[in-house]
Antibody, heavy 117, light 112 residues
Framework: EVQLVQSGGGLVQPGGSLRLSCAAS????????MNWVRQAPGKGLEWVAN????????YSVDSLKGRFTISRDNGKNSMYLQINNLRAEDTALYYC??????????WGRGTLVTVSS | DIVMTQFPDSLAVSLGERATINCKSS????????????LAWFQQTPGQPPRLLIY???TRESGVPDRFIGSGSGTDFTLTISSLQAEDVAVYYC?????????FGQGTRMEI
């Protein structure tokens, strides 16, 4: 089955760090742009970052640069989101998503990040 | 950044009736290089990830029922559900992928 399998979320204190993972199953991730999208509880969708197939280009929301870092390891068929200096407002369900170009036709089921003391 | 604004925020439609959601972008998402609108529509039901319905403003994703119709160009777009079914109760989002940052509308809640 073609799917994106997510892991790495959890409860973390303000100022802490997390690395979220997204692994491709049933297909090769290396031929797709990969994206992270988050959704705060009861809120809408917010795109976070993306990265080109070979990692040569990446884009992200300006306000998150410096704390959020997207990366990928095509050899492990996976991509990652490193989040540092977590804040309460980062509490959200984080989705990975991919497709042809920047069209998001496959989504993971999400991993919940909760920032609280 | 391109701001995506949807209206209405919520919509109640009877079963079998037509539902229309509008989306306006703060600048054109029509590419002069390929004459395509970089606009997608997603459906999100409770507890589920978003599902791609429409891309290139009017191309239906594989497996999406033909009652979902996307239209529009430039800055003004519409998602029409021609005959609302019970399973269409969801939140719908438009999204531009013309330029970074990729941006979503605030969502429209569809109710029966």
């Amino acid at each position: 089955e073609v799917q994106l399998v997510q892991s790495g979320g959890g409860l973390v204190q303000p100022g802490g760090s997390l690395r979220l993972s997204c692994a491709a199953s049933g297909f090769t991730l290396s031929t797709y742009w990969m994206n992270w999208v988050r959704q705060a509880p009861g809120k809408g969708l917010e795109w976070v970052a993306n990265m080109k197939e070979d990692g040569s280009e990446k884009y992200s929301v300006d306000s998150l640069k410096g704390r959020f870092t997207i990366s990928r390891d095509n050899g492990k068929n996976s991509m990652y989101l490193q989040i540092n200096n977590l804040r309460a407002e980062d509490t959200a369900l984080y989705y990975c998503a991919m497709g042809s170009g920047w069209i998001f036709d496959l989504w993971g089921r999400g991993t919940l990040v909760t920032v609280s003391s | 950044d391109i701001v995506m604004t949807q209206f209405p925020d919520s919509l109640a439609v009877s079963l079998g009736e037509r539902a229309t959601i509008n989306c306006k972008s703060s600048q054109s998402v029509l590419s002069s290089s390929n004459n395509k609108n970089f606009l997608a529509w997603f459906q999100q039901t409770p507890g589920q990830p978003p599902r791609l319905l429409i891309y290139w403003a009017s191309t239906r994703e594989s497996g999406v029922p033909d009652r979902f119709i996307g239209s529009g160009s430039g800055t003004d777009f519409t998602l029409t559900i021609s005959s609302l079914q019970a399973e269409d109760v969801a939140v719908y989002y438009c999204q531009q992928y013309y330029s970074s940052p990729i941006t979503f509308g605030q969502g429209t809640r569809m109710e029966i």
